[in-house]
């Protein structure tokens, strides 16, 4: 049985930082790219950043890029993203997900989801 659990999410003033991790048991886990998706209420789930299967190459939305890192740990099955430079409008739901593709930013493909946690980012 597939599991992913997020830990990690809170409430954070604007311009700070939190580290959200996955943990994923019950898949190999080198054999799925990871994702890390968000969904804030009356929203659309919307793609974040991507790991590929090594951890070698990585892809983020655009609004992610330069303030958000995604990487894994193969060794213990974990995945993180460090957020900093948080904004009020990065304020959802975070999920992590599995998938064997690269880059896959369509949350519709992706085979395994974690149950989401709240990151709050207050103005």
């Known amino acids: 049985q597939v599991q992913l659990v997020e830990s990690g999410g809170g409430l954070v003033q604007a311009g700070g930082s939190l580290r959200l991790t996955c943990a994923a048991s019950?898949?190999?886990?080198?054999?799925?790219?990871m994702g890390w998706f968000r969904q804030a209420p009356g929203k659309d789930r919307e793609f974040v950043a991507a790991v590929s299967w090594s951890g070698s190459r990585t892809n983020y939305t655009e609004s992610a890029k330069g303030r958000f890192t995604i990487w894994r740990d193969n060794a213990q099955n974990l995945v993180y993203l460090e957020m900093t430079k948080l904004r009020p409008e990065d304020t959802a739901a975070y999920y992590c997900a599995a998938d064997r593709a690269f880059p896959a930013t369509d949350p519709h493909i992706y085979d395994y989801w974690g149950q989401g946690n709240q990151v709050t980012v207050s103005s």
């Open positions: 019950g898949l190999t886990f080198t054999n799925y790219a």
